[in-house]
C-alpha cells in the first residue's frame, strides 16, 4: 500500500512540475510582477549600417526610360513594378564585396559599407543627376531576412518586407513562441564590425519595447531555448487532469486488486 502511495504521489509532483504559469508564458508584464527579469535602459532604434556580405537593390526610374536603362543591373525586359517579383530582384542587386564597395554601372565602384541606406541613395542620386535627369532612385536592401529558430512554432529564415521590425513581429512571423518556450531567456545573435555578439532578454518584460533588443536588424538571429517541465507535454489545463485522472484510475485498480 506505501509503495502504491508513493507512486501516486510521484506521478503527482511530476504532474505539477510540468505545469507552466502565467507569469512564464505572458508577455509584456510590469517589471514589479517578476522578481527574476533584468532592468533594461531606454534606447532609441538605429538605422541599419551597410556592411559587406550585403546585397542592395537598386533601381533608377525616369520619365524617359532608356537613359535609366543604362544604369540597371539587368538591362533586359521591363522594369515596370508589375512585373517584378521576389526572383526577378536578384537581377536588380549589388553585392557589397569585402573592400565595402559595389560596382555601378558607368560609374565603377562606389564605398557604401558603413553608411545607411539613406546616406547611400542620396550619395548615388548625386552621381547619377548629371546622367539621368529628373530620375527617382530606389535604395533597399534585398538580403533583408531574420532567422528564428528553436522553441518557436514555424522556425527558418523569415524575409523582412517592412522598413522596421520589431521583436514581437518577428516572432510573429515564426508563428509565436511554443508554449514551453523560455520567454524569460530568448537569445539574439547579431553581427557587428568587432564580430558576432550574443544578447539576452526577457519577452516578459514590458520595459524591453524601449529599450535596443526591441528592433531587430537584419541577418539577427532569434534562438529561444525550452524550459523544463516538458516531459509529459501538457500544454493546458485539460492534460493534466487527463494524467491525474489516469493515476488515480490506477492507484484505485492497484488497492481493489491487493485487497
Known sequence: MKKTLLFLITIIMLTMS???TNKKLNYLQSPE???DTASYTPANAS???LRPGDELYIDVRALYEEGANAFQANQNGSRTSS???SSSVYFYTYPIYEDGTIDYPFIGRIKVAGLTMEEVREHLSNELEEYVQGMTLIVKLASNYVNVLGEVNNPGRKQITTEKLNLFEAIALA???APYGKRMEVKIIRETKDGPVIKTFDM???EIINSEYYWIQPGDIIYVSRIKGQFFK???FTDILTVFSSSLSVLLLVISITN
Open 33 to 35: 510582477e517578476l522578481k
Open 204 to 206: 516578459r518584460n514590458e
Open 175 to 177: 508563428g509565436d513562441l
Open 83 to 85: 512585373t517584378m517579383t
Open 47 to 49: 538605422p541599419y549600417i
Open 234 to 236: 501538457m500544454d493546458s
Open 18 to 20: 510540468s505545469c507552466v
